[in-house]
T-cell receptor, first 112, second 112 residues
């Protein structure tokens, strides 16, 4: 079955540590996205990538970094520079027309 | 810049009809999408409107008026499982890159 996987589902880290969230898709989609969602809030775009080896900053990229070395993978690193990293992180992918985004199950990150 | 406005909460009765409105402001509008998200879950795609008019998919319909920068999601024969948050999203090309911007979401409460 095609889809998007994110791991882990829950992640706990100490303040000051970098952490990398995994996102893999086998839908053969060119575009991939990372969103952050806080309780009762909408989705805010962190980074997105339209093709391999290329990515663009979204609205809240500060304190985050990404890579797109393979079409299937788009990992997100939450660095110690991110002031308030505790949130629900969602990865998505779409075909080039962007009519529909497919979302992974999300990773809930808690920084202690 | 871009902005989307939708009500934060709407309450309706099981079996009834409810309309969730969305107004947007963007200089590079390309289309309006709707997503559903249950608590703790990932958003799932409901509909996409690129042209004016009504799109119907089962109990759900979506409408777009490009001249009014306005759209709505119409849910008919409401069921308890429709209790969720609903997000409108615009496909935007104002920055030269093709990306999707989400609204803050409308929480739909359904009363028995």
């Amino acid at each position: 079955d095609g889809g998007i996987t994110q791991s882990p589902k829950y992640l706990f880290r100490k303040e000051g540590q970098n952490v990398t969230l995994s996102c893999e898709q086998n839908l053969n989609h060119d575009a991939m996205y990372w969103y952050r969602q806080d309780p009762g809030q909408g989705l805010r775009l962190i980074y997105y990538s339209q093709i391999v080896n290329d990515f663009q900053k979204g609205d809240i990229a500060e304190g985050y970094s990404v890579s797109r070395e393979k079409k299937e993978s788009f990992p997100l690193t939450v660095t110690s520079a991110q002031k308030n990293p505790t949130a629900f992180y969602l990865c998505a992918s779409s075909n080039r027309l962007y009519n529909e985004q497919f979302f992974g199950p999300g990773t809930r990150l808690t920084v202690l | 810049g871009q902005s989307l406005e939708q009500p934060s909460e709407v309450t309706a009765v099981e079996g009834a009809i409810v309309q969730i409105n969305c107004t947007y402001q963007t200089s590079g509008f390309y289309g309006l999408s709707w997503y559903q998200q249950h608590d703790g879950g990932a958003p799932t795609f409901l509909s996409y409107n690129a042209l004016d008019g009504l799109e119907e998919t089962g109990r759900f319909s979506s409408f777009l008026s490009r001249s009014d920068s306005y759209g709505y999601l119409l849910l008919q024969e409401l069921q308890m499982k429709d209790s969720a948050s609903y997000f409108c999203a615009v496909r935007d090309q104002s920055t030269g890159d093709d990306k999707i911007i989400f609204g803050k979401g409308t929480r739909l409460h359904i009363l028995p």
